[in-house]
């Protein structure tokens, strides 16, 4: 299955982007008449025809259309600290795209050794792991917001912040409601330091375990994000 990103995909007839041409034309070899699907990361999955197999501007023609494909009917948003090498990050967007997520936002915190991030780079990451995966919506990536900001946002939903501090914390599985819109903070690699972890608790926050182990960030948020999918199978 040839899938291709189309964002601004709305009549019956469509150029796909430069790179998507080259991609469909020169790379794969299709040409006129071959049939390919199309996902416009809003949840339209479409299958459709070449019309003009240009290597620039490929057309096509929309012959079936599926909407809300692959919708979920809750809302994961798992807020986490870039990691210093930022290939892990990507690691882990592209694998909770596979997964099932629907927003994800960096936090500067404390302890972060990486407060900057390449948005156009990491929305990459996002499109080709939706592709692959066969999904038909994008998550939302969010710019860079220090911890206090996105502590005190309002948010309607279950919240949650994981940590490897001292004290007792229940472990996420035992806490989520099956269907519940949620927002899960995950720190960086030195942790959420214990002043972070009170002003989450102040703002309705409820501290997590992920398990026995201690994880890396970008494992930890993976984590989170399987255990709320698999809650919600």
Known sequence: MNIFYTPDLSGNE???????SKHCVRVLR???????????????????EIVDDNPKRC???????????????????IAC??????????????????????EITPI???????????????????????????????????????????????FS???????????EKKL????YTKGSNVLILIGPEGDFTNSEVE????NGFKEISLGNSRLRTETAAIVACHTVNLINE
């Open 14 to 20: 469509y150029t796909l982007s430069e790179d998507e």
């Open 30 to 48: 299709m040409c006129v008449g071959d049939v390919i699907q199309l996902v416009d990361g809003r949840g339209g999955f479409y299958e459709a």
């Open 59 to 77: 057309s096509v023609k929309v012959t079936e259309h599926k909407k809300n494909f692959g919708k979920r009917d809750y809302h994961l948003h």
């Open 81 to 102: 600290a870039p990691t210093k090498n930022i290939e892990r990050y990507e690691w882990f967007l592209e694998k909770a795209t596979e997964i099932g997520i629907d």
């Open 108 to 154: 500067d915190c404390e302890h972060s050794e990486r407060t900057v991030v390449k948005s156009e780079r990491l929305n990459k990451v996002l499109v080709s792991a939706m592709k692959q995966s066969i999904k038909a919506y994008l998550a939302k990536l969010n710019e860079v917001i220090s911890f206090p900001e996105l502590a005190s946002q309002k």
């Open 157 to 167: 939903g279950e919240k949650y912040i994981a940590h490897c501090n001292n004290g």
């Open 172 to 175: 996420l599985k035992d806490l």
């Open 199 to 202: 002003f989450a608790k102040q």
